[in-house]
């Protein structure tokens, strides 16, 4: 009898292609196939007898032993590419290391060997630790439930310092010693080598590192390891999600705020979201940790969709840090000091040296002005590939595109009118490191920022004498407020945090709220009190007047109000279709002409836009998009997937779909 057997091939659709095979084939193992002229390689979901009685084509060669792939992991990825509308191919290549859609048999690809991974840990001293009263039940809770073998899903809101770690270990120990596999997932394996010990310490051998800087045959051995139940344990970013465990007990997401999480390009995914729904098919727990619990997030536990536990105390015992705001529009209207720093800020600095203790210092700027103007023809100098102005980087002296790299010699004469009349504005990081400098020669000053960690372990090597107290102060961008626990840190001063909230973005008012909180957490983690100065231009803003009191729930109170009348996520559901060409007549016309059709349509959700994007061209690519909000997910999608009909495939413009997008800028 001949089986109808569905596999799921790279290919640009979102469902599985049924086959015919004379023998069954168990789910998950590889097979080559012939695709249209070609022959593909692709994964066995679903035999069954009766297909849609289609012509089907039979299956070249099984090229697997034993199933690489579990059924719930590929009803996974299937479910993936359908809420997501993104292609199977793009998702598998997300997913599954290039390697296994070659023709090769699992067995000649296990024999394929790779450079060992090199990893910078952070030496710090940490000793074990008896976890505290709140520690401990949120831990029993955790147990508890994961002892069901069912899905639960679970948030530890606590507060930055509050030992949130060491109850992921504990929890991951538990598992482990059921025969279970664990996941966790950081923002960023290169800024947090201090977790990266920490975990490496309790879990050495039996846990793998996974990211997406590895090379193909790492990621490979890595996957496969995996795979084959050698590693019990995988720590990564967010394409460590796709790890195959076959028996996974929890998916645990540090910093689940963080926007690191969302894939930006191809697939767009969510890893938050997504590992949700992967525990659920797996019968594993999901905990998601922060300190600034996302506004996704806290809806769910409002729905019950995720269980809350808090620990409101720092583990060390330590209070929190005690917060000054310092209004700079204040300030500088009685001054004409061309300063970013305030007073109070350069005295606290004084005092925090005197003392030897350490400063951070955040501004979320690279460079050192933020355009460059021609007084003459009042124009910035843009970009030539992106509709962005130059940033100004002192070092070197030269004009660099934050979008594309693109570098240039800083000009004498303006490049447009040809007169020398150029001038700088804003600030960025490399003024205040200028600044500080001058008020502080003696200190020793070093900067962590995209720029100045390009150098292969250049952010370990800084990381590591902050935590040897050789640096007494660190300025940096967003990097310096994730995760780290360096205890000589007393004082975090925060200037230049009120452009971010002026983004054309829903979502600004959370992300200042989260990076103010999140730097005022390396503040005082040791014995020493912690002392965070914020200097601001208008303070009297929600996120920055919550953050300053530490008041995560008023934050929340106040906006989840405004999402709520406006409709925006969490409480309302959004899809952005994305236009892209080369080409800015074709793509303004073709948009112009959908626009018209559009408004012939009458659609059950609000759909906005074509439009341009708020940054028009990035990479010689012009941008537009089109938005669809609704209330509910159903839909929004079947909208998106009307529209998308509507679009078709037309010449010379890509076409992508953001699911529950991230970024509207
Ligand atoms: P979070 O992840 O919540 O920011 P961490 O897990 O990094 O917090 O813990 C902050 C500090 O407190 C770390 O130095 C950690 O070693 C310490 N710590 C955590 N739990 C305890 C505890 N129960 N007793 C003493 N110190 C603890
Ligand atoms: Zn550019």
């Known amino acids: 009898m001949t089986d109808f057997i569905d596999i799921i091939l790279p290919i640009p659709l979102n469902k599985a292609l049924t086959y015919h095979s004379s023998n069954p084939l168990q789910t998950g193992l590889r097979v080559l196939t012939p695709l249209g002229t070609k022959k593909a390689v692709g994964f066995v979901f679903k035999s069954h007898a009766n297909p849609e009685k289609t012509k089907t084509k039979g299956i070249y060669q099984v090229l697997d032993k034993t199933p690489l792939l579990t059924p719930a992991y590929l009803e996974w990825l299937l479910w993936a590419s359908q809420y997501y509308m993104a292609p199977l191919g793009e998702v598998l290549a997300a997913a599954i290391p290039s390697p296994l859609f070659e023709a090769v048999s699992d067995e000649k690809i296990r024999t394929r060997k790779s450079r060992a991974q090199s990893q910078t840990v952070l030496d710090t001293p940490h000793q074990t ?113 796709f790890a195959p465990f076959k028996n996974l007990g929890a998916i645990i997401i540090d910093e689940e705020h963080d926007s690191s999480y969302k894939q930006e390009e191809r697939f767009r995914y969510h890893a938050r979201d997504l590992a949700m729904v992967r525990a659920k098919m797996e019968k594993a727990i999901v905990l998601l940790g922060s300190a600034t619990p996302s506004l996704e997030s806290m809806a769910n536990v409002e729905k019950g969709k995720l269980k809350i536990h808090t620990l409101t105390t720092r583990a060390t015992g330590q209070k929190m840090p005690e917060v000054l705001v310092v209004n700079m529009a204040a300030q500088k209207r009685q001054t004409t000091s061309p300063l970013d720093l305030s007073v109070e800020l350069i005295k606290a600095i004084e005092y925090k040296l005197k003392q030897g203790e ?269 938005l669809i909000k609704g209330t509910k997910e159903g839909p929004v999608h079947q909208v998106c997937r009307q529209i998308l009909d509507m679009i078709g495939k037309p010449s010379k413009i890509r076409v992508s779909v953001d699911v529950d997008p991230m970024s509207m800028i």
Not at 165 to 176: C, D, F, G, N
Request: net charge positive.
């Open 129 to 241: 630790v008896t976890l505290n009263p709140e520690q401990k039940g949120a831990l029993d809770l955790l147990i508890q439930d994961s002892n069901t073998g069912q899905y639960s899903a679970h948030l530890l809101h606590g507060i930055t310092g509050s030992g949130k770690t060491e109850v992921y270990i504990e929890l991951a120990k538990h598992i482990l010693k059921s025969g279970k596999q664990v996941m966790v997932l950081v923002p960023e394996i290169g800024l947090t080598p201090q977790a990266l010990a920490r975990f490496q310490k309790h879990f050495g051998n039996e846990m793998g590192v996974f990211h997406s800087n590895l090379t193909q045959n790492q990621r490979l051995l890595e996957w496969l390891k995996c795979e084959s139940g050698e590693n019990k344990m995988i720590i990564g970013t967010r394409s460590a999600l």
């Open 358 to 626: 350490q400063v951070m210092i955040l501004q979320n700027k690279r460079g050192y002005a933020s355009a460059i103007f021609c007084t003459a023809c009042e124009k910035a100098l843009t970009c030539p590939h992106c509709s962005v102005p130059y940033t100004y980087h002192k070092h070197g002296s030269y004009m660099l595109c934050h979008y594309c790299d693109h570098k240039e010699k800083r000009p004498d004469k303006c490049t447009l009118c040809g007169e020398p009349k150029i001038t700088m504005l804003g600030t960025g990081i490399q003024t205040i490191e200028e600044q500080v400098k001058v008020f502080f020669p003696k200190a020793r000053v070093a900067r962590l920022d995209r720029d100045s960690t390009k150098k292969k372990n250049a952010m370990a090597d800084i990381l590591q004498q902050l935590a040897d107290r050789k640096i007494d102060i660190l300025l940096g961008t967003q990097m310096i407020a994730k995760g780290h626990d360096f205890h000589g840190v007393t004082l975090v001063g925060i200037v230049g945090v009120d452009l971010a909230l002026s983004l054309p973005d829903f979502r600004s008012a959370e992300r200042t709220f989260q990076l103010i909180t999140q730097v005022s957490g390396r503040a005082g983690r040791g014995d020493k009190p912690g002392h965070v100065i914020i200097q601001s231009y208008g303070p009297h803003h929600y996120s920055i007047d919550c953050a300053s009191q530490n008041d995560y729930a008023r934050f929340v109170k106040t906006e989840t109000d405004f999402r709520r009348e406006w409709g925006y996520p969490p409480y309302g559901r959004m899809i952005a279709i994305k236009l892209s060409s080369p080409q800015q007549n074709i793509l303004s016309s073709f948009c112009s002409d959908l626009e018209r059709k559009l408004e012939k349509q009458k659609f059950p959700v609000s759909v906005l836009g074509p439009a341009p994007q708020a940054i028009e061209k990035i990479r010689n690519q012009y941008r537009w998009h089109l």
